[in-house]
């Protein structure tokens, strides 16, 4: 599985966009990006993944570079109980191996 | 529903104690996966396993023994050849497929006294 590279923490108003990105230079043509988050003491928890196109749902957006060698995941209301770490992680799930996981990116909202 | 179920929640062990943490998933899912996270850090991994009767060691499999008998059961034991367990532990599984997503529990806390 590919390794991926994310910025230790950010900051993000409340009600403004978050912009995460995360770095998957290595990535194989069949690995698809996934986004999770964890909130303190939890699981994490799925967000959303994609191949190549950019994908929308009802918690976020993901927009991967043409290349593919990066991503940005966008929260674009953020909200104080977006406060989490947020991993981007790469895998092909048809073919399971070791599922790593970074150090993800701490997001800080604030009113 | 279907998910994942850790137990205990919180545990404590005495040193030189074997403890057992258990994951059950009931969502028909063939990879199972063991994570160790410490405060502050991110999810190391443990074992993992892709079938029943089949298991592979992780990053930091020292210290740790696994069983994969059923496969919706994935019971993590810490023995005590582990010298630094107090840590938060994470189960998860995937179906096969390529645009499966993870599945996680909710987490053991185990605090070694």
């Known amino acids: 599985d590919a390794k991926t590279t994310q910025p230790t923490s950010m900051d993000c108003a409340e009600g403004r966009a978050a912009n995460l990105p995360c770095n998957h230079s290595t990535i194989s043509g069949n690995e698809y990006v996934y986004w999770y988050r964890q909130i303190h003491s939890q699981g994490p928890q799925y967000i959303i993944h994609g191949l190549k196109n950019n994908e929308t749902n009802e918690m976020a957006s993901l927009i991967i570079t043409e290349d593919r060698k990066s991503s940005t995941l966008i929260l674009p209301h953020a909200t104080l109980r977006d406060t989490a770490v947020y991993y981007c992680?790469?895998?092909?799930?048809?073919?399971?191996?070791?599922?790593?996981w970074g150090l993800g990116t701490s997001l800080g909202v604030n009113p | 529903d279907g998910g994942i179920t850790q137990s205990p929640k919180y545990l404590f062990r005495k040193e030189g104690q074997n403890v057992t943490l258990s994951c059950e998933q009931n969502l028909n899912h063939d990879a199972m996966y063991w994570y160790r996270q410490d405060p502050g850090q991110g999810l190391r991994l443990i074992y993992y396993?892709?079938?029943?009767?089949?298991?592979q060691k992780g990053d930091i499999a020292e210290g740790y023994s696994v069983s994969r008998e059923k496969k919706e059961s994935f019971p993590l034991t810490v023995t005590s050849a582990q010298k630094n367990p107090t840590a938060f532990y994470l189960c998860?599984?995937?179906?096969?497929?390529?645009?499966?997503?993870?599945?996680f529990g909710e987490g053991s806390w185990l605090t070694v006294v």
């Open positions: 998860a599984s995937i179906r096969d497929g390529a645009r499966n997503t993870i599945y």
């Open positions: 396993s892709q079938i029943v009767n089949d298991f």
């Open positions: 992680i790469v895998h092909n799930a048809g073919n399971n191996r070791k599922l790593i």
